[in-house]
Structures are given as C-alpha cells and as structure tokens.
C-alpha cells in the first residue's frame, strides 16, 4: 500500500479483507487529512471514490449483500471489484487524502504511462501523450470544457485498440478519473479552483517522517499568471457560449408560443419550425451534432412539411379559425417578435464569425458521431430496425386512414351505394366536383 | 463544448413542454394539437440530451432521443392522416366536433 497512509508498505492478507481494514488497520490510516479516494489494484486500474454508496437492488448482482453501504465496505475480490468497475490487479492501493489535488494526481499517473508507453501501437502511443498534454493544460488551467469531453474520447479510443494490456492499462485509470473527479476537473477548468498539491507534509515522503520542512505550495507566480489570462479566456468563450444559448433558447421558447398561440395554423408551423431550429441549436451546444443534423432533417425536412401538406390540402377553410377569445387575442409586440428575432441572429453570426474561427469541434465531432454510430448499429441494432418496421407501419396506416373507409360519395359516384348515399345525405347532384362541394359546406 | 450549467438547459426544456401541454390542453385546432405533442417531445429530447453530457462516454441519452424523433416522426404521419380523413366526415378539424362516438 502507498499514497498518503501513515504506515505504506507490504502487507499480507487474506482474501476478504476490505478496504477500510486495509486502510485503517493495516495502513494506519489516512496520513493529512480524510480519505478521498482509493485507487485498489495499482495505477492502472480505475479509481474508486471514498463516498461512493453501493447501488446493487438486483438480488443477483455479486454487490448485493452490501446494498446501500460504502464501498469501503466491500471484500476485496474479483467478483466484487469487477462489479464496482475497476479491479484489483496487482493488489498496490494506491490512497490519495482529500488535502491533495485529484487533478494534479491524474496528471501525475498520466505522465508515467506517456513516458513508459513503448510506442509500438499508435493508439497508445499517440493517445498517452494526447492524454499528458490537455492535461498540461487542464492543470494550468488552460483547458476548456470541449478538452475534458475530448480526453475520455482519446481514452475510449485506446481502449481495445492495442497489442498489449499497456494500452488499457492507460485508458482506464483515465476514464476512471475522468467520471469520479468529473467536477473537481470541470472546476479547475472553470478556473474556479487553483492546483493544489500532491504531496503531502507529514510522515509520508521525502519530506521527513516526522512533520519535517513543510512543502512550498506548488504553483509559482509565473504560472499564476499564465492561469489568469487563460481564465479571462475561458470567461469569455462562456459568455459567447451564453450568447448563444439566449438566441437558441429565444427561438425555442418565442417558437413556442407562436405555436401554440397563432391563430393562423401556417403561423403555428412556423413557430414550430423555429422551435426545432432552437433545440437544434442547443444540441449543438451540448456537442450532440449527429442528433442536430437528424432534428433539422426529420423535423423542419419532414414533420414540419408534411404539416405544411395538410394545411395546404385543407384549403382556406381551416386557415384562420375565428372562434377562440382565451388565445385569440394577439399578444402585446407578437407581431414585431420574429422580425427583432431574425436581425438578432443576423448579427450574432456576423459577431461569431471573425472572433472564433478555429474549428474547435472538429474532433469531437468526429469522434462522438462514430462513437453514437457503433452504439447505434452495436448494442442499440433491434431497437433500431424495431423503428423503421415502426415507420413502415406508420405509413401503411397514415396511407389507409386518409383514403378513408367511409366512401366519399363523389368518389363513388356510379354505385348503387353512392347513390344510396347520396339521397340519405349529400344535398348535391353527384356531378358536382369535390371543391365546389367544399365551397358550399364552408360556415 | 459547453460551460453552461445544465440547470439553463432543463429550464428551457421545461417551460417548452409547459408551452406545449397549455397548447395542447387549450387549443381547438387538431393541427396545433399535434403541434403542441411535437413541443413536448422536442422539450423531453432536450432533456435527456442535457443530461446526457454528464455522463464521460456513453450515449444512451442521445441514442434514446433518436427513437424519440423516429416514434415523433411515425406519430406525425398518422396523426395528419386521422385529421384528413376526419375533415372528410365533419368539414372541420376542431377537436371538439370529434363526437362522433357520442350517442
């Protein structure tokens, strides 16, 4: 056992030993502060959180009997830390106090595996020093939001990808950092935290076991500076991201209303179709491109102009529906709503344009479209061939329901049924055209 | 790519599926009604998309969204063809005419 215990060093146990024993008793505790997190198996396996409760309902899941405890609780086996998602390798827990920096610790544990990375295998190769050098810049706090999304790409890329176990051996402590201490990271990011330490005063290290020369904090001034003007940078991309969430956001709220407010149905479509753009655009925002591209074009392609369809086919009849006093009403400025809205948009693309120009979702995209891809076409293929015998269904159906299967006596105008009909209730001759026919219904 | 709050995005979802369950409780029209479902769906598929982004690789919440638009989109096509055919028996498509069930 190593990290930050008062007693490291080799211990032999029986199996079934769980961790806070191994902490607490054999280890002699937490050296500098509380325990908050442990990684169980050596480096390269994911680290598990100190306040992590075991959710295990399912009576056949290995984890059961410790249902609601602390994984603290745990005995330390196979079946049980596979079920917790990590594992326990070669046995070296590794503990880390929660007066050190979970940040700086990644970092730390990425750099041995860049540096012991044999570079055979380019995914792993290539992958661990992706990996050290946004973390560099996390840690300076350079990084941005779109970095940390696309350091579990690079790790999932790994993953599977290489000859030997080296290559996993660096993705999953990664991965395993990246959804345990997802906050802690996304905070320095923010700027909202700055690097703290990992080495700790106390008995442990090479400062002396007996509360030796303390260790200076580790950031010195130039680095503070850097941190600054970088989190003045992010600042302001957050505020240009804000920027653009207001118009999305705009467009599907005033899209909305329209929509359900129009009195004219061909209005309400519109404000339909300015929803869907909206909601596109917060896709976009939430670096979902593939699912944006499939909303404009099964929404705003399809939906909204099949409504366009039937509103058409429906003739002028429908078109303004005159009886609705409790929404009839035209709202305070409706009128002038889309024309404020569109040279709104106009000029936050014209602003957009010069002051962001690098393609800073390229990557992403790539990556997060084909992972979607082979979830999409892997895990999710029946549910995903289930949908399109739903839509050959649906269209079946739509075709049978509107050609109706009460007969339209001026279709059948030469049976005896049309006949019948037409002297038990059409009022015309059955010569008369379909849209005369409408004319002299309408109210 | 995003640094805004989750919290924004769950507002918007919400008062966009408010809009729409007022539209389509309110509402007469059978075209604004299934509009108004549209919204709905449009406001649960930015949700589950939000919260898809907490979560470091899988995709489930975007991948259950892309049923959602597939079931929207069916949902559509036959909803329109039960406004056409009913606009043939009543000569109207207010949804408060439907009674033809009624004895």
Redesign the interface.
């Known amino acids: 056992m190593s990290g930050h215990v008062k007693r490291p060093g080799i211990f032999e146990a029986c199996v079934g030993l769980t961790l806070r024993d191994l902490i607490y008793d054999l280890g002699g505790g937490v050296a500098g502060g509380e325990l908050l997190a442990v990684i169980p198996g050596g480096s390269s396996c994911p680290i598990l959180r100190a306040d992590e409760i075991i959710n295990a309902p399912g009576e056949k899941s290995p984890l059961h009997p410790w249902h609601g405890k602390s994984v603290l609780d745990v005995p330390l086996g196979v079946d049980t830390f596979r079920a917790l998602g990590t594992m326990l390798g070669t046995c070296c827990a590794i503990v880390l106090s929660d007066k050190a920096d979970p940040v700086l610790a990644f970092h730390n544990l990425m750099r041995f595996y860049r540096h012991e990375s044999c570079g055979q295998c380019t995914p792993c190769r290539e992958g661990s020093a992706w990996i050290l050098r946004l973390l560099d810049r996390i840690v300076k706090g350079e990084g941005?939001?779109?970095e940390l999304?696309r350091l579990?790409e690079v790790a999932?890329n790994i993953m599977g990808n290489t000859i030997c176990a080296f290559g996993e051996g660096t993705a999953m402590p990664a991965?395993g950092f990246?959804?345990k201490f997802?906050k802690e990271l996304e905070a320095r990011v923010?700027g909202k935290t700055k690097p703290g330490r990992l080495a700790l005063p106390g008995p442990v290290g090479p400062a002396g076991r007996d509360g030796g020369p303390r260790e200076p904090p580790k950031p010195p001034g130039k680095r503070r500076g850097a941190q600054s003007r970088c989190g003045r940078r992010?600042a302001r991309?957050?505020t240009l991201?804000?920027v653009i969430?207001g118009l999305a956001?705009l467009f599907?709220?005033v899209g909305?209303?329209i929509?359900?407010?129009?009195r004219n149905?061909i209005r309400?479509?519109m404000?339909?179709l300015a929803?869907?753009v909206g909601?596109a655009g917060?896709?976009l925002?939430?670096?979902?491109e593939?699912?944006a591209a499939?909303?404009v074009m099964?929404?705003a392609g399809?939906?909204v102009v099949?409504?366009l369809f039937?509103?058409m086919?429906?003739g002028p009849?429908?078109a303004v529906?005159p009886r609705?006093p409790?929404?009839e009403r035209p709202l305070p400025g409706r009128r002038r709503l889309p024309r404020v809205r569109r040279r709104r948009r106009g000029a936050a693309r014209a602003r957009r344009r010069p002051r962001d120009p690098a393609p800073?979702?390229r990557p992403?995209r790539s990556g997060?479209s084909r992972?979607?891809g082979r979830?999409?076409f892997g895990v999710?293929l029946v549910?995903f061939e289930l949908?399109s015998a739903?839509?050959l269904?649906?269209?079946v159906?739509?075709?049978?329901?509107?050609?109706?299967r009460?007969p339209?006596p001026t279709m059948l105008r030469d049976t005896a049924l049309s006949r019948a009909m037409a002297g038990a209730g059409a009022p015309e001759p059955p010569d008369v055209p379909s849209s005369t026919h409408?004319k002299e219904?309408?109210p | 790519?995003?640094?805004?709050p989750l919290e924004?995005?769950l507002v918007?979802a919400a008062?966009?599926f408010v809009?729409?369950s007022?539209?389509f409780l309110?509402?007469?029209?059978l075209?604004?009604l299934?509009?108004?479902i549209?919204?709905m769906l449009?406001a649960v598929?930015?949700t589950l998309?939000?919260y898809?982004?907490?979560a470091?690789?899988s995709?489930?919440g975007?991948?259950f969204?892309?049923?959602v638009?597939?079931?929207?989109?069916?949902?559509?096509?036959?909803g329109?063809?039960?406004?056409?055919?009913f606009?043939?028996?009543k000569?109207?498509?207010?949804s408060d005419e439907a009674d033809l069930l009624r004895n």
Do not use: C
């Not at chain 2, 790519?1 to 805004?4: A, E, K, N």
């Open positions: 941005t939001i779109e999304d579990s999932d991965l990246l959804q997802r923010r992010v991309m957050i991201e804000l969430f956001a599907v709220l909305g209303l929509t359900v407010a129009a149905p309400s479509a404000g339909l929803t869907i909601v917060m896709y925002l939430l670096s979902a593939f699912l499939v909303q099964v929404y399809a939906v099949l409504f039937v509103i086919l429906l009849l429908v529906e609705h409790h929404l800073r979702t992403a997060r992972a979607i979830e999409l999710g549910p949908s739903l839509l269904v649906a269209v159906g739509a075709v049978a329901v509107a050609r109706g009460q339209d409408r219904t309408a | 790519m995003t640094g805004i924004y995005f918007v008062a966009l809009t729409g007022v539209g309110l509402r007469r029209n075209l604004v299934l509009m108004s549209e919204l449009n598929n930015l998309v939000a898809n982004r907490f470091p690789v995709h489930n975007q991948i969204a892309f049923f638009i597939a079931v929207a989109a069916a949902e559509a096509a036959v329109l063809a039960i406004v056409l055919s606009f043939r028996v000569r109207s498509i207010r």
